[in-house]
């Protein structure tokens, strides 16, 4: 039985229960053929995109695009041009689509046909909260159709949401920088999804396949550093493993390497990274032989590195290395189109992983979509997780969120520490009770030391001591 035959026993009515499966699908479709020209939709794409079909067929991509009646990510274009299938985020007027492009190719293995399957996304949201209503088991058959652009990485849940100039102008550069092994520095606030763009650029290179290694040059202890990322060699340390032990960068091999918070790394770690980097080459500790590599490295700070190079905290030979290719990631509260997208995201993700059917009421959104977000997607993330979990009803209301955050504000020390008795403290007590509330306030919405660090300005060092001094954590 051939491919076109599998699963069907062939009959005269092949064809019409093709045209048939096609014309009743929720999922919407249009080809294009080689040259750009559409030349076919079924009924549910006017419905999903208010356009009439017979608008589309006959014209062409360019001219459907410059009437405004295409997004400007064409996934027509794309497939076409990458010759293999796109997945993008689309706003046609004023509906949210999910547009998958598939070419197919003829016997020579040239692009004929490019057929574009549309999914809404306010239909996916309805389907899945009735799915979970009636506790059924389908929503597998959906997972693929999540709301995204870009999917990060293969076997991935995370996907890179977006709509902004902003941020389809980063995603650009990064499928553009993708295929080469430049070494790319990316650069943004703490939670505007630094690790996700590294991911992605990793799974849409050749690399894909290799391993991808993330390294938090500000986690590792300074003593431990060279050994986790070069390995050594047996004898090389006392309790040691017997055989030595292969680094993390020995491992990442032939893959891609994120040098996390590389404005966090030890300054007299800087010179030897920089060495790896021009040399393609380690040297495990206690070894005499030199391991050669292959890896493709990117970089990912929140911190002003040219800063830094001024307070000699950071070499500016190694930063000059590194700045090849940079990507500045937007904050959230600069691309706030973006947020009604990831608020939908995040409630059929959160939906999914508690199985739920939450929904969430206009005013809420419309506040969610106001708000700054300084601590931008990871701030966003985490406070639609709380409220999917605190909500008590089957719908996210503002009343929820205003009542979440009471809660917390009595968690938080007072903004006054010291209150009505602060007439019989001293000046130096008073800084010092201030000082103590600004730490304490700090490591309460920040996790890791290293944030802190980037939203006071001040060096990572100082937040240790600071905590320590206060009995923080």
């Known amino acids: 039985m051939g491919r076109d035959d599998r699963n069907l026993i062939y009959s005269e009515d092949y064809p019409k229960l093709m045209e048939f499966t096609v014309e009743n699908s929720w999922?919407?479709?249009?080809?294009?053929?080689?040259?750009?020209?559409?030349v076919?939709?079924?009924?549910?794409?006017?419905?999903?995109?208010?356009?009439p079909g017979s608008k589309m067929v006959g014209s062409s991509v360019e001219a459907a695009r410059l009437e405004g009646l295409l997004g400007p990510h064409s996934t027509t274009i794309l497939a076409m041009k990458e010759k293999k299938e796109v997945v993008a985020q689309q706003q046609l007027k004023d509906r949210r689509?999910?547009?998958?492009?598939?070419?197919?190719?003829?016997?020579?293995?040239?692009?004929?046909?490019?057929?574009?399957?549309?999914?809404?996304?306010?239909?996916?949201?309805?389907?899945?909260?009735?799915?979970?209503?009636?506790?059924?088991?389908?929503?597998?058959?959906?997972?693929k159709v999540e709301l995204r652009a870009s999917q990060v990485s293969k076997g991935s849940t995370d996907y890179i949401v977006y709509k902004s100039e902003e941020m389809g102008h980063v995603m650009d550069q990064a499928r553009r920088l993708a295929p080469t092994d430049v070494t790319i520095l990316l650069l943004g606030e703490s939670g505007t999804g630094k690790e996700l763009v590294a991911k992605f650029i990793h799974q849409a290179s050749s690399r894909k396949e290799q391993p991808?290694?993330?390294?938090?040059?500000?986690?590792?202890?300074?003593?431990?550093?060279?050994?986790?990322?070069?390995?050594?060699?047996?004898?090389?340390?006392?309790?040691?493993?017997?055989?030595?032990?292969?680094?993390?960068?020995?491992?990442?091999?032939?893959?891609t390497v994120l040098l996390d918070e590389i404005g966090d790394m030890p300054y007299p770690m800087q010179s030897k990274i920089l060495r790896v980097l021009q040399e393609k080459e380690i040297m495990r500790i206690g070894g005499n032989q030199p391991i050669r590599l292959d890896i493709?490295?990117?970089?990912?700070?929140?911190?002003?590195?040219?800063?830094?190079?001024?307070?000699?905290?950071?070499?500016?030979?190694?930063?000059?290395?590194?700045?090849?290719?940079p990507l500045r990631i937007p904050a959230l509260r600069r691309r706030k189109e973006d947020i009604p997208l990831l608020i939908e995201y995040f409630l059929s993700h959160f939906n999914q992983e508690y199985q739920t059917a939450k929904g969430m009421d206009q005013k809420l959104s419309a506040a969610l979509s106001a708000m700054p977000f300084y601590g931008n997607i990871r701030e966003l993330r985490n406070l639609m997780e709380?409220?999917?979990?605190?909500?008590?009803?089957?719908?996210?209301?503002?009343?929820?969120?205003?009542?979440?955050?009471?809660?917390?504000?009595?968690?938080?020390?007072?903004?006054?520490?010291?209150?009505i008795d602060g007439k019989d403290k001293s000046l130096e007590e008073l800084l010092q009770a201030y000082e103590e509330n600004i730490w304490r306030t700090m490591a309460q919405r920040h996790k890791k030391n290293a944030d802190i660090a980037a939203a006071l300005k001040v060096h990572p060092s100082t937040v240790s001591r600071k905590l320590q001094q206060y009995g923080i954590r």
């Open 27 to 38: 999922i919407g479709c249009i080809i294009a053929d080689a040259d750009g020209k559409y």
């Open 97 to 143: 689509v999910i547009v998958r492009g598939t070419p197919y190719f003829d016997e020579k293995g040239r692009v004929k046909y490019v057929l574009s399957q549309l999914f809404s996304m306010e239909k996916l949201n309805r389907l899945y909260q009735e799915i979970a209503r009636e506790k059924k088991k389908g929503w597998e058959h959906f997972e």
């Open 212 to 255: 991808f290694i993330r390294i938090n040059c500000s986690a590792i202890p300074e003593n431990l550093l060279e050994s986790e990322l070069f390995g050594y060699e047996a004898g090389s340390f006392t309790g040691g493993a017997t055989h030595g032990r292969k680094g993390l960068l020995e491992h990442a091999n032939g893959g």
């Open 40 to 51: 076919y939709t079924n009924k549910i794409y006017e419905s999903i995109t208010g356009i």
């Open 386 to 419: 709380r409220l999917m979990i605190l909500s008590p009803g089957n719908e996210l209301r503002l009343e929820d969120f205003q009542q979440l955050h009471r809660e917390e504000d009595e968690c938080l020390p007072l903004s006054d520490p010291w209150g």
């Open 296 to 325: 493709r490295f990117i970089a990912a700070t929140n911190r002003n590195i040219p800063e830094l190079i001024r307070e000699k905290q950071f070499r500016s030979d190694l930063y000059h290395r590194l700045n090849m290719a």
